[in-house]
């Protein structure tokens, strides 16, 4: 079970390596910046621990809060799951993101969620695989918050399959280090530009740009932050975070 659970995440991970180790270095946004890194073994390591200890936890929640939409809202499942694939994939995909925006936002805004958080903004260059860089505490609650109410509205498995594909993609291209000029889309789709803000470290940029996939949800209530003609001078955070994956492990339950 647990090489199967493992198997999916490594063909994903060496497909995406085929793409964006040349893409970062034909279309680089820091092209000083090595293609390897400090710290991009720990990230791969974090990636392949998050999948192992998140399957079964995913599955067991998901699968109470199916069990209680059965109960709660039978008829709005039945209107969702009788809508046609193409109408569930999308909106998959736009209520998904709405719910990645809720939880981030709160990471952002609750301090005991923050302390997970603090893991992935620890970061202080940018590239794709910074994309796994998540305390699986962290991971857990952006995958409940996403899946949970697709799940609980019944919505056709090839259909969250759809959302699952496109957000894990989108993860690996808002954190390269490359250069993409969406022009009037970046204020509807949310691009690396977008979420390279939400990393800097300038304070204008704090707290700002949550959407992972639909940007127009931070358009919507006004936490979008797109400066134009300028990207961000440096990133990460004030708050020091272990560098190998035992130490961000327990960093968010030290007591400060």
Do not use: C
């Amino acid at each position: 079970m647990l090489a199967s659970v493992l198997l999916a995440p490594a063909k994903a991970l060496v497909l995406a390596a085929a793409v964006f180790v040349p893409f970062e270095r034909l279309a680089a946004r820091h092209p000083d910046q090595r293609a390897l890194r400090r710290g991009w073994a720990v990230d791969v390591l974090t990636g392949f621990m998050n999948s192992a200890l998140l399957y079964a936890a995913l599955l067991v929640v998901l699968g109470v809060i199916e069990a209680g939409a059965k109960v709660g809202a039978p008829q709005l499942r039945q209107w969702m799951s009788s809508r046609p694939l193409l109408a569930q994939a999308l909106f998959a995909l736009a209520a998904g993101d709405l719910g990645v925006y809720a939880i981030h936002r709160l990471q952002h805004s609750v301090r005991w969620l923050w302390r997970f958080h603090a893991v992935h903004h620890s970061a202080e260059e940018m590239d794709w695989l910074v994309g796994l860089r998540f305390h699986p505490i962290d991971l857990f609650l952006v995958r409940v918050a996403s899946l949970g109410p697709l799940v609980a509205l019944d919505v056709a498995p090839a259909a969250i399959a759809v959302f699952i594909a496109v957000s894990g993609w989108q993860s690996w291209l808002v954190h390269a280090n490359v250069r993409i000029a969406y022009g009037p889309l970046r204020w509807l789709l949310v691009s690396p530009e977008f979420h390279h803000w939400h990393h800097s470290a300038e304070r204008d940029a704090y707290d700002r740009n949550y959407a992972s996939l639909v940007a127009s949800w931070d358009v919507l209530f006004g936490t979008v932050y797109l400066p134009a003609g300028r990207e961000p001078a440096r990133y990460g955070i004030e708050e020091p975070v272990p560098a190998g994956w035992i130490g961000r492990f327990f960093h968010p339950f030290r007591r400060r």
